[in-house]
């Protein structure tokens, strides 16, 4: 069983900075991919921001240049570091980490419940 737990959600005013994180635990033989989406009222979930296991980075082109996402592997732990924030920016945002349990296991995807960020004055 695997589970992942986001935190640093909350209320910050436009301009402000968040960091959100995703810790994972369970039975993980490795990390793969882990990612950032979110889901705004009354819109679909998008990806936000995405690290491979050997650090390669991808980024929605709304949050280039003021997002930035890292990992900690020792610590089974992503972390999305958010600045100059938007109203645009508010959401639900889900943590997703592909992981495998075994040697043999390719990866299953797994999210977390997700944490609010609400982005205004």
């Known amino acids: 069983q695997v589970q992942l737990v986001e935190s640093g959600g909350g209320l910050v005013q436009p301009g402000g900075s968040l960091r959100l994180s995703c810790a994972a635990s369970?039975?993980?033989?490795?990390?793969?991919?882990m990612g950032w989406y979110r889901q705004a009222p009354g819109k679909e979930r998008e990806l936000v921001a995405a690290?491979?296991?050997?650090?390669?980075?991808n980024y929605a082109d709304s949050v280039k240049g003021r997002f930035t996402i890292s990992r900690d592997d020792a610590k089974n732990t992503v972390y999305l570091q958010m600045n100059s924030l938007e109203p645009e920016d508010t959401a639900v945002y889900y943590c997703?980490?592909?992981?495998?349990?075994?040697?043999?296991?390719?990866?299953?995807?797994?999210w977390g419940k997700g944490t609010l960020v609400t982005v205004s004055s």
């Open positions: 997703n980490a592909l992981i495998a349990t075994t040697v043999w296991d390719v990866g299953t995807p797994y």
């Open positions: 690290i491979t296991s050997y650090s390669t980075t």
């Open positions: 369970g039975s993980i033989f490795s990390i793969k991919a």
